[in-house]
C-alpha cells in the first residue's frame, strides 16, 4: 500500500500541472494577441488539450 501512495502524488501533480497550463496558455494567448506563442507550440496545446478532453 504505501508503494502505491508516490505514483498517486506523481499523478495528481501531473493533472494539476495541465490543468494549471491550460489556464495560463490561454490567459497569456487573451492578453498577448501579437502571436507570442509560434504555431507549432499551438499546436501541442491543442493536441495536449484533445488528449486531456479525449482521456
Known sequence: MPQMF???WIFLFIFFLFIF???YIQIF???NNKKMLSNSM???Y???KLLI???
Do not use: G, R, S
Open 29 to 31: 494567448y487573451h492578453f
Open 21 to 23: 497550463m491550460n489556464f
Open 53 to 55: 478532453w479525449k482521456w
Open 42 to 44: 499551438l499546436k501541442i
Open 46 to 48: 491543442k493536441n495536449k
Open 6 to 8: 508516490p505514483l498517486n
